[in-house]
């Protein structure tokens, strides 16, 4: 098999000419999965394993050891086996579909309220005044903490996450000083909530744990990985979505034309912008897949930027098209290691994309919007808009 040299960073026209070539290709950090249907079959199969997670990102960044990295290794995103499945649990049981969607008139009513205080409809800082707001009023919500405690939350989650998704090596004590601000809350927040329990996040973490199914120490190491994961990348995949929406307004029309498709819609933006640009697998042992053995000890990456786009499974795959056949979004990986917030993101960014096309039809972009690809993840960096 001829396998060709593709750059993590690889540009659009780069990986077609890759996957011309082969469904697999070779890069300084290991493979390259180019087409999506073997990106799906790898993030769904038993036999390959994730070798220590977001700690391959940790060591990348040079977080190797002290304790922050302690603290990371018990987060979900570090752990395998049966600690990760235990530790799925509670997430499965506060983000699962039926919960989520009880969540969507309160979506509705934060997203009314971020357009209802916006001053100047005709200039929008799209990023700031409304896909920041919206995930941190939420995350207020779910935990029954003040909604006036968004800035924080958002200003703590900014400086955790970004620094090591962007491999930022000098931004590594920003992350850290806001990680230890962050659990110093929480720990407070749940200590407090444990005298008289709701109908919230925070209350059903502490209920797991008089359950047995997580430990006293666990119930903040979850609470911390719903601050830390349920942020950033829904704002940012907010601003790829609608970005990718406004910059060619017959894809807009798309969706006036019927915004009870803005799932579909949705749908389509992950696929030609996501905000995760690869997954990773590690291969613990010699594993065969479409006749290429994958050797022992090798990180697989599945390009979902290039499987996203892949002519083989997608016709006229550059193009953005409401009705395609329904595929699955690579983004949000698969089976056992799938993203656990996925169904509350999928349901902020279709709720935004209907509240402003009923309240705000003739939304259009302010001069280019400006995005930056990492190797791992990509982030919008301006993004001004007229909502009239």
């Known amino acids: 098999m001829d396998i060709p040299e593709v750059s993590p960073l690889a540009s659009r026209e780069e990986y077609a000419a890759a996957r011309q070539k082969s ?11 180019l087409t999506h249907d073997q990106g799906w079959e ?10 220590g997670g977001f700690g391959v990102v940790l060591d990348a960044v040079g977080l190797t050891s002290g304790p922050y990295r302690e603290e990371w290794n018990k ?35 934060i997203i009314n309220g971020i357009l209802d205080d916006i001053e100047d409809p005709t200039d929008v800082d799209f990023m700031s ?30 400086s955790i996450n970004p620094p090591l998704l962007t491999l930022d090596k000098d931004r590594l004590p920003e992350s850290e000083a806001a990680y230890w601000e962050g659990l110093e809350f929480l720990e407070k927040h749940i200590d407090e909530k444990r005298a008289h329990l709701g109908d919230d996040f925070t209350s059903e973490l502490i209920r797991c744990e008089l359950e047995g199914l997580i430990s006293h120490d666990e119930v903040k190491t979850v609470a911390m990985s719903l601050l830390i994961a349920s942020m950033d990348n829904t704002l940012h995949q907010l601003g790829l979505t609608f970005g990718t929406l406004l910059e060619d ?16 819609a949705a749908e389509e933006t992950y696929r030609l912008c996501p905000r995760f640009g690869v997954i990773a697998r590690h291969a613990s042992k010699d594993i065969e897949v479409n006749g290429f ?23 006229d795959p550059d193009n953005f098209r409401m009705g395609r056949p329904a595929s699955r979004a690579l983004m949000f990986g698969s089976s056992h290691y799938s993203c656990l917030g996925a169904t509350l993101a999928r349901l902020e960014i279709t709720e935004t994309m209907k509240i402003i096309a009923e309240r705000f039809p003739n939304i259009h972009l302010k001069g280019d919007w400006r995005k930056v690809e990492g190797s791992l993840v990509t982030e919008v960096e301006h993004l001004s808009v007229s909502l009239v």
């Open 75 to 109: 987060q979900i995103v570090c752990n395998e086996g049966d600690q990760r499945t235990k530790m799925r649990q509670p997430y499965m049981r506060l983000l699962k579909p039926q919960q989520v969607a009880k969540l969507q008139g309160d979506v509705r009513a």
């Open 129 to 158: 005044q409304i896909a920041w707001r919206l995930p941190t009023q939420l995350y207020c919500d779910l935990i029954s903490a003040p909604r006036e405690m968004a800035p924080w939350i958002g200003r703590v989650t900014e």
């Open 23 to 33: 469904w697999v290709g070779r890069s300084p950090r290991g493979f390259e999965v």
């Open 249 to 264: 307004r017959s894809r807009w029309e798309q969706v006036l034309a019927k915004p009870t498709a803005a799932p579909q």
């Open 42 to 51: 790898i993030m769904s199969s038993k036999e390959f394993d994730i070798g």
């Open 293 to 315: 053995t994958v050797p022992a000890d090798s990180w697989i990456w599945i390009s979902t930027r290039s499987g996203g786009r892949d002519e083989t499974k997608f016709e």
